[in-house]
């Protein structure tokens, strides 16, 4: 449902993570980490992904898999977009600054099993933007990656493992029809023509049931993305008031994120006050907040490419009006509902029926228009199977809303979970939720 936008605070993380690495190759002085991509991996160390690669391979067990990276974005407008990278490869490789990149696995081979993709270097073009590091050992200290190579071997290094594995094993993502072909389907079938014998396995549920589960590692830094969207959550609801553009509530909202240890944004922050907020994705933040309005801002912060997820709804002059009260009690009743039931092994969709529930029984039900929850994780919507039983040590959240343009409302309640075996931990705790503590805190305002 959203952008994201991990990396919209443009920063020096990545680099302070692994130090001024420079090496020496002759009398040729190599540019350190941070000042040439790759930079290395981030924000974990290389080991951390040489060994997810391992895990991931020995799922696999045979084959050849081929995983992109993203591609880089239009550097001839004005202002040119941030990169983000793919998910998957991020995971994979910590890989997050260097665009065009391909990852190649062949858990068979009996020396080299994995091969990162780079690639050719434009010297003329570098002087105008970012350097690039040359091929050679250095690339491969800081990535990790077995053997580092340029993207135009791709096709014959993929043809060469595929003659003898005869698989290619396909890890997503699934495309609609109307969608282009993915670029490993694509590459997959030219290299079928050319390799007799050599068959195609689906493999898309494999990252995301691996991703899904958190490591410790990751939750040190969604609760650390949970703090700084608590900052902005709380700065919004201390400083809005009647008459102020969106936009201008919003920039309070991210500079706070910055303030209190945010990297970057999970998503375009949503600021939607009365009709506004009823439209989904409603992110350009052009009205003004009135008063006797509902205000809703969905916002989170990131922390090292890991995002947050939070939704609050509350009033611009401070207080609820009596029937705004009972259609939040309504939302937050339908979110309880849920809750109840998220513990490990639990459905989804038996989850979304318990909300759903409480509103068919108040006559609301066409109301709520969107799905319950997703996964979160290096992605704002990290993927996992959501029809099958959630597991623990996921992270999901829980939004039930209510919409309705003509009323001049749109509320949602939105809370991060971790699931445990027995349960859930609301990650996102200390913002205020209920309509008593949203109205006690707007009333400490100075």
Not at 213 to 234: F, I, N, Q, S, Y
Request: hydrophobic share 40%.
């Amino acid at each position: 449902m959203r952008i994201d936008r991990r990396s919209l605070f443009m920063g020096a993380s990545a680099a302070a993570a692994l130090g001024g690495l420079a090496v020496a190759a002759g009398a040729q002085v190599l540019p350190p980490a941070g000042y040439a991509t790759p930079a290395g991996t981030s924000p974990f160390t290389p080991d951390v992904y040489r060994a997810r690669r391992a895990k991931l391979m020995e799922q696999l067990k045979t084959g050849v898999a081929v995983i992109y990276g993203a591609n880089a974005v239009d550097s001839s407008a004005p202002v040119s977009p941030p990169f983000f990278q793919n998910g998957d490869f991020a995971w994979l490789t910590g890989i997050v600054d260097e665009p065009g990149a391909i990852l190649v696995l062949a858990p068979t081979e009996r020396t080299v099993k994995e091969w990162l993709l780079l690639p050719s270097r434009d010297i003329e073009n570098e002087r105008w933007n970012q350097e690039r590091v040359p091929l050679g050992s250095l690339i491969e200290q800081r990535t990790g990656v077995q053997r580092v190579m340029r993207t135009s071997a791709l096709g014959g290094l993929v043809a060469s493992l595929a003659s003898r594995s005869k698989e290619l094993r396909f890890l997503g993502p699934i495309a609609s029809a109307n969608a282009p072909v993915p670029p490993a389907l694509e590459l997959y079938g030219k290299v079928a023509q050319r390799v007799p014998g050599c068959a195609l396995r689906d493999d898309t549920g494999v990252l995301p049931r691996l991703r899904c589960v958190k490591e410790p590692r990751e939750l040190v830094l969604m609760r650390k993305a949970m703090d700084a969207t608590r900052a902005g959550h709380l700065a919004a609801m201390r400083q809005a008031r009647p008459g102020m553009p969106e936009n201008e509530l919003r920039f309070i909202v991210e500079s706070a994120f910055r303030a209190a240890g945010g990297t970057g944004l999970a998503y375009d922050s949503i600021v939607g006050s009365g009709r506004n907020a009823a439209s989904l994705h409603y992110a350009t933040a052009t009205g003004t907040v009135h008063g006797g309005e509902l205000i809703l801002l969905d916002a989170g912060a990131s922390v090292g490419g890991y995002a947050c997820d939070v939704t609050r709804t509350f009033p611009a002059s401070g207080r609820f009006t009596p029937e705004q009260k009972v259609l939040y009690d309504l939302v937050l009743e339908a979110q309880a509902a849920a809750v109840s039931k998220l513990k490990a092994g639990a459905y989804l969709e038996d989850l979304s029926e318990a909300a759903k529930a409480v509103f068919r029984k108040a006559g609301r039900i066409d109301e709520f228009t969107h799905g319950l929850g997703h996964y979160v994780g290096l992605d704002v919507h990290d993927p996992g199977d959501t029809t099958l039983p959630i597991p623990a040590g996921s992270v999901i959240t829980m939004e039930p809303g209510l919409y309705l343009q003509s009323a001049n409302y749109g509320i949602r309640i939105e809370d991060l979970y971790l699931v445990t075996e027995t349960g859930a931990e609301r990650l996102s705790v200390g913002v205020p939720r209920t309509t008593d503590e949203i109205e006690a805190f707007m009333a400490a305002r100075t």
